[in-house]
């Protein structure tokens, strides 16, 4: 699909307004021609009236894009960049409004920290307030990380994907951030997040000496966010010694996380015999299996880079639809779980 006359076709198809989407997804996924971008960019301002969908569609698509970044954004820049606009500025950019960073003007950056450090409005702006945070770190991290750090510790509706954040703006100072939280060890769905972040991150050995810390609250805390963590010999050994502690609730903490950990860990024989297997029928039975026993992550994205992301690499797409659906599934479950979870 990417002969002159399919673009020529579909180009044409962008006019007819029954036609716009399909031909609008075409010229976006398939084509990608410069003359396809091109008119994409040009017919944005027309698709605010006719569609509004659509254009903010466009506008978050073609700043993600680097061929067509730095024109949707001037163009974003040159519509919305007044103070009276904001809103619409952020309505279209959403959660690409980072890559206004682009632009490299006092003004926008600027305005990237007002929309990362602003109370929030309503739950529409959430990702984009997590975007301008992203968007300042490219030229203050440290500005950035204390806005991540606020939204976390202010319980925002997004919190979760603060803990990765910090992590990748300031591990150092990170790290006693996450030890308050624990310490805390009320909020369950943030304990996850943190468990989920240091894992990716590959520090263990943090939550590790957490775990052994002499502070009771501490340890507490430190077991439940190891649940989200990967099965390793030192993690296993820690939290076996901490099961042996005089305090109950430490005890229990252990042991929980224990459990959850090595019963993630099932999942690696499970991804071993996909490798191998061609009947069809064992094939889904098995990427059920995987699915139902893997740890599915409060974070979205949590597994693309651990199991689930080994299990997308095997299986068809067909069982890779099914596969998300049923993570998808799974990660709600474990994150309502967590939202009624007592101390």
Not at 187 to 196: K, M, N, P, T, Y
Not at 292 to 313: C, H, K, M
Not at 314 to 323: E, G
């Amino acid at each position: 699909m990417t002969g002159p006359w399919t673009e020529e076709a579909f180009l044409e198809f962008l006019r007819v307004p029954h036609n716009r989407y399909v031909a609008w997804r075409a010229l976006l996924t398939r084509i990608r021609t410069p003359r396809a971008y091109q008119a994409l960019l040009n017919m944005f301002r027309d698709l605010r009236e006719a569609d509004y969908g659509l254009a903010q569609l466009t506008a978050i698509n073609l700043l993600e894009l680097e061929e067509t970044r730095k024109q949707m954004a001037a163009l974003l820049w040159e519509d919305f960049g007044r103070e009276t606009d904001r809103w619409s500025l952020i309505n279209y950019a959403g959660p690409a409004l980072e890559h206004l960073a682009c632009l490299e003007t006092a003004e926008v950056r600027n305005t990237l920290l007002q929309v990362a450090l602003r109370d929030d409005r309503y739950s529409g702006e959430h990702e984009a307030r997590l975007s301008a945070i992203d968007g300042v770190a490219r030229f203050n991290p440290q500005r950035a990380f204390d806005a991540a750090r606020r939204l976390m510790l202010a319980q925002f509706p997004l919190r979760e994907k603060c803990p990765e954040r910090l992590l990748r703006y300031n591990a150092e100072e990170a790290l006693p951030v996450f030890e308050g939280v624990l310490k805390e060890g009320d909020d369950f769905l943030l304990l996850a997040a943190i468990g989920e972040a240091l894992d990716r991150a590959g520090l263990a050995s943090p939550m590790q000496g957490w775990i052994r810390s002499p502070s009771l609250d501490l340890a507490r805390g430190a077991c439940f966010a190891a649940e989200a963590m990967r099965w390793t010999e030192d993690l296993d050994q820690a939290l076996v010694d901490r099961i042996r502690d005089t305090d109950g609730d430490v005890r229990e903490a252990a042991k929980d996380a224990l459990e959850a950990i090595r019963r993630y860990r099932k999942v690696e024989p499970l991804i071993s015999a996909l490798r191998s297997e061609r009947d069809s029928a064992r094939l889904w039975a098995l990427v059920d299996a995987a699915v139902e026993i893997g740890y599915p992550g409060v974070v979205s994205g949590y597994g693309r880079d651990r199991w689930f992301g080994e299990l997308n690499a095997i299986v068809p797409p067909s069982l890779q639809r099914h596969a998300l659906k049923l993570l998808e599934k799974r990660r709600k479950e474990l994150r309502e779980t967590l939202q009624k979870r007592k101390p």
